[in-house]
């Protein structure tokens, strides 16, 4: 289809939306460039300028373009395929896929590890813990939040690390000694909220995917409870499964 059929029993913006897809399909629009306005799209469709914004606004929801304030709508890259199969952390996660990781430090502080983050450190409720709160960037384009709790002893020297341009996994394991050997993960469908679309750049109500892993060092001790939210349209999770014999 590459033009909108008028007696068709399909919705103009849907068909609108087939051709966009099939730009991308084609390679006639490639990740990172800026698509044409409403206005172009529908003196170029001869359809009004609400469908084609209605059109643009579906293929942000899901993920295909993304807008940048006062600049306009984007084809977006394509998902990340993360697999959940070796213990990796986002840094190393982004340079395998050859992205450049980005930190945003939103907070880092000690704090008295609350009821629940105390149960799955299996450390008592109240013993001060580190916690941070990271903004994960991939070649500039926010993909997740995410919170950490860190229980070690001599954990809040991790106060004075610059953890904007250090990966947390790897301070871990090479300054401070501790190996992380496994993980629990959990993952969770649900909605990106307020706070978290500002910083996400997506819109309230976007998809997100929701993750909670608690990282083991040595002796099946846990020393991190993580809290994730990712843009649930950027991303695929993957495993592989055998089956037991
Ligand atoms: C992943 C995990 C987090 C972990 C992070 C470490 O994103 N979900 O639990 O804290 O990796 O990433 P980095 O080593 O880049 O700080």
């Known amino acids: 289809m590459s033009t909108i059929v008028r007696k068709s029993p399909l919705p103009r913006y849907?068909?609108?939306?087939?051709?966009?897809?099939?730009?991308?399909?084609?390679?006639?629009?490639?990740?990172?460039?800026?698509?044409?306005?409403?206005?172009?799209?529908?003196?170029?469709?001869?359809?009004?300028?609400?469908?084609?914004?209605?059109?643009?606004?579906?293929?942000?929801?899901?993920?295909?373009?993304?807008r940048e304030q006062g600049k306009g709508t984007f084809v977006s890259r394509r998902k990340i395929t993360q697999q959940l199969i070796h213990l990796t952390g986002f840094t190393e996660d982004m340079k395998a896929r050859g992205q450049q990781p980005g930190t945003r430090v939103l907070s880092a502080e000690m704090r008295p590890a609350d009821e629940a983050v105390a149960e799955r450190l299996r450390i008592k409720p109240g013993l001060q813990i580190?916690?941070?709160?990271?903004?994960?960037?991939?070649?500039?384009?926010?993909?997740?939040?995410?919170?950490?709790?860190?229980?070690?002893?001599?954990?809040?020297?991790?106060l004075e690390e610059d953890l904007e341009h250090n990966s947390l996994y790897r301070l871990l394991e090479t300054k401070y000694g501790l190996p992380l050997l496994e993980a629990d993960q959990e993952l969770e469908a649900g909605l990106i909220g307020s706070e978290e679309a500002q910083y996400l750049k997506v819109p309230v109500g976007s998809p997100a995917l929701f993750t909670r892993r608690v990282t083991y060092t040595e002796r099946n001790q846990p020393i991190e409870y993580a809290s994730s939210v990712y843009c649930g349209n950027k991303y695929v999770f993957y495993t592989h499964m055998k089956r037991e014999q």
Not at 37 to 47: H, V
Not at 146 to 158: A, D, N, R, T
């Open 14 to 66: 849907y068909q609108l939306k087939e051709i966009m897809r099939e730009k991308i399909r084609n390679g006639e629009w490639k990740p990172g460039d800026l698509i044409p306005s409403e206005r172009e799209l529908g003196e170029q469709y001869g359809i009004s300028r609400m469908t084609a914004r209605q059109a643009i606004t579906e293929l942000v929801n899901e993920g295909l373009f993304y």
């Open 130 to 158: 580190f916690r941070l709160h990271r903004l994960r960037l991939a070649d500039g384009e926010p993909l997740a939040i995410e919170v950490s709790h860190i229980s070690f002893i001599g954990c809040e020297k991790l």
